[in-house]
């Protein structure tokens, strides 16, 4: 059943506002990818949301990057860049990997991955990867990547991004009938 009008612009295709606020109620999991940056040496980072596998053979996952994003340059110049499965613990994290500028790892723990880059203590697993193909996509650029070496890494659940925010999948379930139902519903 349709709910609601299609909100478009003057382009005639649907405003950016209401595209995101439909996308939402997609729920994604979350990674930091980090690398070590090729000219200082030092751990650079970012959050995704955007993230998936695409192949088993070869074994290969994609991810988007804003075109604008200036953590993107520093994670690419790598030869291998790392894939962290953030968990559900791990929300400062997150907003850390998702800040524009900073030191990005002060205060956190971290060890080499076999690539040696940062594998974050509490993620629930790491990926080594190098990426295979760009592909620019409106405002973002796909990003191919060949998983080199993997590993689990903690247990838990996963982070999730659910309708604008963060939590793990009990979460994202109250936070979905608590906007379905109100705030006073209770299953009887």
Not at 96 to 125: C, E, H, I, Q, Y
Not at 164 to 180: D, I, L, Q
């Amino acid at each position: 059943m349709v709910t609601g009008p299609a909100h478009h612009g003057a382009n005639g295709q649907p405003d950016s506002r209401r595209f995101r606020q439909v996308l939402s109620r997609f729920a994604t999991g979350v990674v930091a990818i980090t690398a070590v940056d090729p000219v200082d040496g030092r751990p650079c980072g970012l959050a995704a949301n955007s993230f998936t596998s695409v192949s088993l053979n070869p074994p290969l996952v994609a991810f988007c990057m804003a075109r604008t994003s200036t953590s993107w340059p520093k994670v690419r110049g790598a030869k291998v860049l790392t894939v962290n499965v953030l968990a559900e613990t791990q929300q400062a994290v997150c907003a850390r990997m998702a800040a524009k500028g900073g030191d990005k790892f002060a205060g956190l723990s971290w060890t080499g991955s076999p690539g040696g880059n940062p594998v974050l203590d509490g993620a629930l697993a790491w990926l080594d990867c190098a990426v295979e193909a760009e592909h620019p996509a409106g405002d973002h650029v796909i990003v191919v990547a060949r998983a080199l070496q993997l590993d689990t890494h903690a247990d838990g659940g996963p982070l999730v991004f659910y309708r604008g925010g963060y939590g793990g999948v009990r979460w994202a379930v109250r936070r979905a009938c608590v906007r379905r139902r109100g705030p006073g519903w209770r299953r009887t």
